[in-house]
């Protein structure tokens, strides 16, 4: 088993498993740490748990309990499968809410609400969305409680305090994207707890606290292309992207061209714009 932690933060982590154990081989106890939701995104296993066995397909989700011993088998699957997987503070999971025997079910089927949110985890995951790995992880948590409890959340109104709130917490992520922020960063400046401010943050303002970092500096990133002669790979880190190839491929993403094919396109418009100027 290969496991690759990709996110750690205070109320949630994300790890990449990756087991590469084939029939025959002799299982072993574990014990889960924490509560943790575990969505398999490739291959099957089996899994025994509280005296229940259960066979997970590509799009089961694995359920942890704390303290709750399990063994995996493979006797009767193909060889190798994978698990994006989430592990949940108490805080988080009192927050979240539901039955409380949500998270003693051992494992969910695939679920068609569960299985497009898996994949779009996996997605934050490589890189490939301008959601947060840790938003995607409250919401995936958020959305097996409810698939599991057969519980539907009532909307409930906006307050004027709460909508300030929200303002208020974009303009500061708005000053500072240069800067590493995550969601209990952004949080904490809300004064709220991350599950409660993600919910709030995209239901006034229509994206999430992630979404909205990533287009400011992208905003950012797209003046000075047009108005600076920076490098390009100075850009991606000025403005708060820690990796070249993710501002490139995001920035084509937002805007249909290269880094490279939007200054020249920027600057080609100016030129055509001071040659007008000059003939009249």
């Not at 205070?10 to 990756?18: A, G």
């Not at 029939?23 to 025994?48: D, I, L, M, N, W």
């Not at 809300?190 to 979404?211: C, D, E, I, N, W």
């Not at 400011?216 to 990133?221: E, F, G, I, Q, W």
Request: glycine share 8%; charged share 25%; hydrophobic share 40%.
């Amino acid at each position: 088993m290969v496991r690759t932690t990709l996110l750690k933060h205070r109320s949630i982590s994300v790890s990449d498993f990756r087991c590469t154990a084939t029939p025959g081989e002799k299982p072993f106890t574990e014990q889960f740490a924490c509560h943790s939701v575990s969505y398999v995104r490739k291959g099957s296993f089996g899994c025994q748990s509280r005296g229940r066995s259960f066979d997970l397909v590509t799009g089961s989700v694995l359920v942890g309990f704390p303290g709750d011993e399990y063994v995996c088998t493979h006797d009767h699957h193909i060889c190798g499968d994978e698990c994006l997987s989430f592990f949940l503070e108490p805080e988080l999971v009192e927050t979240i809410g539901g039955r409380a025997d949500a998270w003693r079910i051992g494992a969910a089927p695939p679920l068609p609400e569960l299985m497009v949110l898996g994949e779009l985890a996996q997605t934050a995951a490589d890189g490939r969305s301008d959601i947060g790995l840790d938003e995607v992880g409250h919401v995936f948590a958020s959305r097996f409680v409810d698939a599991v409890s057969d519980r539907t959340r009532k909307a409930a109104a906006i307050k004027t305090r709460d909508r300030r709130r929200a303002v208020e917490t974009a303009q500061w992520i708005e000053a500072n994207s240069h800067r590493p922020i995550d969601l209990d960063d952004a949080a904490n400046q809300a004064g709220l707890s991350p599950f409660h401010f993600l919910r709030l943050f995209s239901k006034v303002l229509g994206v999430t606290p992630h979404q909205y970092l990533v287009r400011s500096r992208l905003r950012h990133a797209a003046r000075l292309l047009a108005d600076e002669d920076i490098a390009i790979t100075d850009i991606a880190y000025d403005v708060g992207f820690q990796d070249l190839s993710n501002f490139v491929r995001t920035f084509h993403r937002a805007a249909g061209a290269s880094p490279t094919a939007f200054r020249d396109a920027a600057r080609g418009k100016r030129k055509i714009l001071q040659e007008s100027l000059a003939l009249n």
